[in-house]
Every structure is written in C-alpha cells, then in structure tokens.
C-alpha cells in the first residue's frame, strides 16, 4: 500500500504545482522542482553542476535513486538508479531554457530476498542527443521536442556482471512532442494537452540465448503517420480527497481524461529459431485508430483496425501458414458511470468485416473442401438505459453489492444484428424492456424479466444446409433435422430461401417464435 501511495503521489505531484511564483524560468527552478517530485515519490536525486558560461549550465553525473521495499516480504528490497553521463541546461529567454540530454545513460536494478539470494540487471542505453524546450509564463507551462531523426538502442545488457547478448533499438523520423500545462487555480484543476506526431517508427529487437533452448528472437516493426493526444484535467489532490470523504464522484466536479491514438500503415515480424524449431509470425494492416474518454457522461471507447492480414507459420505443424484477414474490426462503447434517477444510456457496437481463415486453420477444425474461401461478418449494434444501484464512491455501499448485480436494466435496443457466412446471411433487430422486480425468466438464470421481440431474418439457410451435407462436413440425418427446425420455427419471406421469424417474450415469461410456445 505504501509503494502504491508513493506512486500516486508522484502523479500528483507532477500533476500539481504552484505557478504564482513563476514570473520567470531558470535552470535552478528546473532542478528544484525535479528534486522536490522525486523526493516526494520516495527517491534521491543527485548531480553535479558545471558553468558553461553565463547561461549555459553543465549537469553531470545526473542519478535517480529508489529504494522499494515495502511491496516486498520481510528483509526484501529492490533498488532502482537511473543515471545520465550528463545534460546541459541553457537558458534562452527569462522564461524559457533548454534542456539538451547527452547520448548515454543507463538503468541498474538490484534486488535482493530473505533467502539471501540477489541479483543486479545493468541496461546501457544510447541514444541521438536531443533538445527539450520548456517554457512557463505564469499558470501556464509548455514543454517542446522537435527532432528530425531520433533513435535509442540498448546497447549491452550485463546480469550479475555477464553479458547477455539482447539487442533493441528504436527509429523515429520527423518527431514532434509537445506538452501544454494550465493551471486553473479557480478551479482548483489542473489542464493537460499533449500530442505526438511521429512520421515513420521502427523497432528492432533480438534475444540470442541458445544455453536454455530460446534460441534468436527478432522482431521488426514499422509504422506510419503515427499520431497521439492525451487530454487531462485533474482536481487537485485536497479537493480529490474531500470528494472521496463526501462520497462525491470526481468526474461530477470537472475530472476529465481523454486519449486518442492514430497511424496509417503497421507491420511487424517475429522469428523465433534454435536447433529444433522456427515460427515465424507476421503481422500487417492499413489503419489503426483508438480512443478512449472518461467524463460525467461516462466511459468511451473506440478501435478500430482496418485490413489487417495475420500469418503464423512453424515448422513443427506444417508448411502451410496459418492466416487469417478481415477488411475492418470495429469495437465501440459508451457506458455511464455515474448515479441517474431517470436511467443513464448505453452503447455496444463491434463489425467485422469480411473474415476469412486459411485452409489451414479449417482443417485443424475438420473442415476443408472450399470453406476458407467464404468470408465472415458479424455486427452486433445496441444500446439502451442502466440505472447504477449505489455510490461509486461509497465504501460502505461497494461492499454491501459483494453478492448483487449494482447495475440494473431497463432497457435494451438491438438495433442491428448480423451473421453472414459466404451467401448465408442472418439479420436481426428489436427491442426489449426489463421488469426488474421479477428474476423468474430465461430459465432462471438470475436476469430480470424481459418483455419483448426480435424480428429475425435468414438468407440461404436451405442451400447451405445442402451444402453441408454434400461435402459430408455432417451427416444426412443431421441435416435433416435441421432443415426440420428451420421449417418448423420459420415462414417464408418475399424471396426463394429467404426465411423469416419473431421472438417474442412475454410478460408471463412465455417465449413464442411466430406465435408457437417454446413450452
């Protein structure tokens, strides 16, 4: 609990600051502020400082110290230093200085257990030496990196004083990074802005290992047009604390989080090999888009992925890949978090877009013939109203829902619903409201009572079934009692094996299809 607390208040820490003293920005303000987050967070900071001149400041031997040991069992600890060769502070307006970091740093993690036994992890960095700008101007702070070209590779890795031979290294062009801090003292809040924009990015990393089987581990990947935004505002921690012993949600007084991530084309590559095996994975798509918000209207999420194509292939299965593509996976979701007398609504969206497995991957399922040809969607689009059943932020209230549902709904809206497989295609939508004093339906599976339908339409049903059965992917008398179900639970539509069916659940908890009993 303690180390958790530390963390936070490290958080907070950066998140918070007082900018009326700031008429202007040094490099002793840079520093001291540095020092007071880190020793706040439970650490040490150590330096050394050298003038360059009248405004440029040499900073060496910059070290990072933490001592961890209250995650741990008795006599366990973990010491964490991070250490730059050096950077140099220069300052180029009253309110504005530069921050040039040096090309090489390193990580050293030592840990040690109650049965004496430790070790110590030693990372050696190097990196493209860079330019930070950062400026404040009263409550208003910015922080600017624009760099051309931008790389940093592991250069050796030492465990307990061995090399291991692990090498990583990350590329990026055209890099633009920028952090926008206001403080609203009004509100007691502070406002975070921060976007990224990275042209290309590569990664490369490798694993040689061959005493315990590993063998070589490569991973490639590449990115374009990459493009992030993180957007913040945060209560300060007193007021934070007064909400949580008032039982008051933050997100009623102002708490606000959103992130969003964009980039056009991806790919990545995997080889694993040693003496016995060799599995190579790859992995390539035309878009991937994501986001997610927190607010008083609740929580929002986006992804999305657009022409992905996955191959896995090994050499102890077969020579042929396993594949697998889709022209787009869409997820979205909208879900409210706080207490509404009259209901808070909600949204569930997911599409899949033209599916298809590989040969391969059918006959691992026992079916081969020409299905890996037949492409799959799926969509599934819903919504409706939720009533939250206590505080959020009441303990006591949290506790007392152990063993209970603390959600309750009231209704909900299936405003599309599909399943197509090659010329087989299901569509369905309706709607339904929930008794909640009656928990008797469904075969009593604890839900509340629905009252109801949903109109079902199926396209293709007979010729697939047929389809089935000549290919022996099932046998003639399954097949015919499935065609028997079909015709038995469906009516004919405008069109030759278009076939149509309602489900209705009524208030005694009946469920009818085309007006039959199910009972």
Request: charged content about 20%; aromatic content about 12%; proline content about 2%.
């Amino acid at each position: 609990m303690k180390l958790a607390l530390r963390i936070f208040l490290f958080f907070i820490t950066i998140c918070s600051f007082n900018g009326a003293a700031w008429a202007s920005y040094s490099s002793n303000d840079f520093l001291n502020e540095l020092r007071a987050v880190i020793n706040n967070a439970g650490g040490e900071f150590v330096f050394e400082k050298e003038k360059e001149g009248e405004l440029r400041e040499r900073i060496s031997s910059a070290q990072i110290n933490f001592t961890i040991d209250q995650f741990f069992e008795a006599n366990n600890s973990l010491n964490i230093s991070i250490k730059y060769d050096h950077f140099i502070i220069e300052q180029v307006s009253d309110n504005k200085i530069s921050l040039e970091l040096s090309a090489f740093s390193h990580i050293l993690i030592k840990s040690k257990n109650f049965l004496g036994d430790s070790f110590d992890l030693l990372i050696e960095l190097k990196q493209t030496p860079i330019t930070i700008f950062l400026e404040r101007t009263g409550d208003v702070r910015n922080f600017f990196l624009k760099q051309a070209f931008l790389s940093q590779e592991v250069s050796r890795v030492f465990l307990n004083g061995s090399q291991i031979p692990i090498g990583f290294e990350i590329k990026l062009k055209d890099y633009l990074y920028s952090v926008h801090v206001n403080r609203d003292s009004q509100r007691q809040m502070t406002i975070y802005e921060v976007e990224s924009e990275i042209q290309d990015l590569s990664i490369f990393s490798e694993i040689i290992d061959s005493q315990i089987g590993i063998g070589t581990q490569v991973t490639r990947v590449n990115n374009e047009n990459v493009s992030s935004k993180f957007n913040l505002t945060l209560p300060d921690l007193e007021a934070i604390f007064s909400f949580i012993d008032e039982g008051i949600n933050p997100l009623e007084k102002g708490l606000l989080l959103g992130i969003f991530y964009e980039r056009t084309a991806g790919s990545s590559e995997t080889i694993i090999s040693n003496q016995d095996f060799n599995i190579l994975t790859r992995i390539e798509d035309r878009g991937v888009l994501g986001g997610l918000g927190l607010s008083k209207n609740g929580i929002n999420f986006l992804g999305q992925i657009l022409d992905l194509r996955l191959s896995f292939l090994s050499s102890e299965f077969s020579n042929l890949p396993l594949k697998t593509e889709f022209d787009e996976f869409t997820i979205e979701m909208e879900f409210p978090l706080l207490n509404k007398k009259n209901g808070s609504p909600f949204k569930f969206y997911i599409n899949i877009d033209d599916l298809l497995l590989s040969e391969s991957i059918w006959d691992f399922a026992g079916i081969g013939n020409d299905f890996y040809k037949q492409p799959i969607a799926f969509q599934l689009d819903t919504s409706g109203d939720i009533n939250w059943l206590l505080n959020l932020m009441d303990l006591k209230e949290l506790e007392s829902f152990s063993e209970n549902s603390p959600i309750e709904l009231n209704n909900l809206n299936i405003n599309a619903f599909k399943i197509s497989f090659g010329e087989v295609e299901i569509n369905g939508s309706g709607s339904f409201v929930f008794l909640n004093k009656e928990f008797q339906a469904l075969g009593g599976f604890g839900l509340p009572q629905p009252v109801g339908e949903i109109r079902v339409e199926l396209k293709g049903a007979y010729r697939f079934v047929d389809e089935l059965m000549s290919k022996n992917i099932i046998d003639k008398q399954t097949g015919i009692f499935i065609l028997g179900l079909i015709t038995v639970y469906t009516t004919s539509g405008n069109e030759d094996d278009n076939l149509l069916s309602v489900i209705r659940i009524t208030e005694s908890g009946e469920i009818l299809i085309n007006n039959k009993s199910l009972q």
